[in-house]
């Protein structure tokens, strides 16, 4: 009886395993559980969690959002490529050039011999023409066709190849900067300094559109509304451009003041369209012997035409009435006008 037990054994641990590899496949199925109240509703799939979703990593890392990721058409995501680069460029893109609120284009020209001696002036002018004021001293223009910065009191004829400085100038020498100021309408205007070689500062003016800050100004009327003249000085000192005016706006007298002496050409007008009568000579330089009585080297009729030019030997002044007034001859007993010989009086600085 006893050996027969021993038998059983194996028997029953053999039904016991058959029993468990049978209910084992049953066991390892997943079943969806539903807690809708309405059993009729189709069971949705479970969706594996968006953390460990391969469209939400980043570089094979797990992204921190759980928000799921819309896909986009070819034309959306080529449309967004191009908003983020339009984004981009804008940021990126730089200042269009104005200056005083107004468009200028850069340029410069080069002087002098070649090598480190070369002077190049850097600056702008206005990209668009401009009206002028007519109480400046004189403009600064930059000739396309030259290829120069001219100073000039008046345009009387069309020069389309004139335009007007404005913005910031400066003259390089040898990798060095030897000068620098600022242009407002073809006037210098703000502060212009120049300096050595070395970098040592030589000379710094203030500039109020065109005359020195410390210009003594006399005006018509008390309203100040026209200028009268304009008086440069730069430290104490006659230096820069003299103006004097009619009351009714036109220049009478143009001139340069420089180390308190009248230099260079010297310019009256007749007073109307801003049109020039004569031109007298003075030194080259306030640092030569002072000319007392100038020299007339043109002179011009009211039609704005030449009369008379020392370096050219024209003189035509006895036909100037008859230029001025075609086909009639001068009135008996008349005179010419009497030609001035300088430029009137300065005043002294006002303290």
């Known amino acids: ?46 969706v594996s969690d968006t953390l460990t979703r391969p469209g939400d990593t980043l570089k094979g ?17 080529k449309a967004a490529k191009d908003a983020d680069k339009d984004a981009q460029r804008k940021a990126k893109k730089k200042k269009k050039n104005v200056f005083l609120g107004e468009k200028i284009k850069k340029a410069f020209v080069k002087s002098g011999p070649k090598g480190r001696n070369q002077k190049i002036a850097i600056f702008y002018f206005l990209k668009y023409p401009k009206t002028l004021s ?54 210098r205007h703000l502060r212009w300094e120049t300096f050595d070689r070395n970098g040592v500062l030589l000379t710094k003016t203030h500039y109020e559109m065109g005359f020195p800050r410390d210009a003594n100004v006399s005006y018509y009327g008390e309203d100040r509304a026209k200028i009268n003249e304009v008086v440069p000085y730069v430290n104490g000192k006659l230096e820069g451009d003299y103006a004097k005016f009619l009351d009714n706006g036109q220049p009478d007298w143009r001139g340069q003041f420089e180390n308190g002496k009248r230099v260079g050409i010297w310019t009256k007008y007749w007073g109307f369209r801003g049109r020039r009568r004569y031109e007298y000579q003075y030194a080259e330089s306030g640092y030569d012997p002072e000319v007392k009585d100038p020299e007339l080297v043109r002179e011009y009729n009211r039609n704005a035409t030449l009369i008379y030019d020392k370096e050219k030997n024209l003189d035509k002044r006895g036909q100037a009435e008859a230029e001025d007034r075609p086909g009639q001859t001068r009135r008996p007993g008349y005179t010419p006008r009497t030609v001035p010989k300088a430029a009137p009086k300065v005043a002294p600085r006002k303290k």
């Open 1 to 46: 009886m006893r050996n027969s037990r021993l038998w059983l054994r194996p028997l029953r641990f053999l039904s016991v395993l058959v029993l468990a590899l049978t209910l084992l496949p049953w066991a390892c199925t997943r079943k969806t559980v539903s807690f809708k109240s309405t059993p009729d509703e189709p069971v949705a799939a479970l």
């Open 61 to 77: 890392k797990p992204s921190l959002s759980t928000e799921r990721k819309v896909a986009l058409t070819k034309e959306q995501e």
């Open 134 to 187: 007519d109480y400046a001293p004189a403009h600064y223009y930059y000739d396309t066709k030259k290829h120069k910065i001219l100073k000039l009191a008046a345009v009387e004829e069309d020069a389309s190849t004139l335009k007007i400085l404005h913005g910031p100038y400066r003259v390089m020498q040898d990798n060095k900067v030897i000068e620098s100021g600022y242009y407002a309408l073809g006037t």
